[in-house]
């Protein structure tokens, strides 16, 4: 059975920071593209970041420079490292692996960001 399952979401305030995790079980991880998405109320999901099996990585712009994700392929988990939080980046924020054949997704996990 293939699980994604993230943590990390949280309350925080403006300007802070926090680091979402999705940990993988039932895929062979390393071989899976990876991928944030996001979705706030009333709006669509949005992409937010990927990374591809080999490292490959790129970003939302709206999230360029603020936002880092990086993979630990031994604790087949991902991660999203989230600095100079804005209100605007307040939604659920969702793990996503694609392979060739396959396209998983977590339940999310919730980040609010307050004014």
């Known amino acids: 059975q293939v699980r994604l399952v993230e943590r990390g979401g949280d309350l925080v305030q403006a300007g802070g920071s926090l680091r979402l995790s999705c940990a993988a079980s039932?895929?062979?991880?390393?071989?899976?593209?990876m991928a944030w998405y996001r979705q706030a109320p009333g709006k669509q999901r949005e992409l937010v970041a990927t990374?591809?099996?080999?490292?490959?990585?790129n970003y939302a712009d709206s999230v360029k420079g603020r936002f880092s994700i990086f993979r630990d392929n031994a604790k087949n988990t991902m991660y999203l490292q989230m600095t100079s939080l804005k209100p605007e980046d307040t939604a659920v924020y969702y793990c996503?692996?694609?392979?060739?054949?396959?396209?998983?997704w977590g339940q999310g996990t919730q980040v609010t960001v307050s004014s």
């Open positions: 996503n692996a694609i392979s060739h054949i396959y396209v998983y």
């Open positions: 039932g895929i062979s991880f390393s071989f899976y593209d």
């Open positions: 990374i591809t099996a080999d490292d490959s990585t």
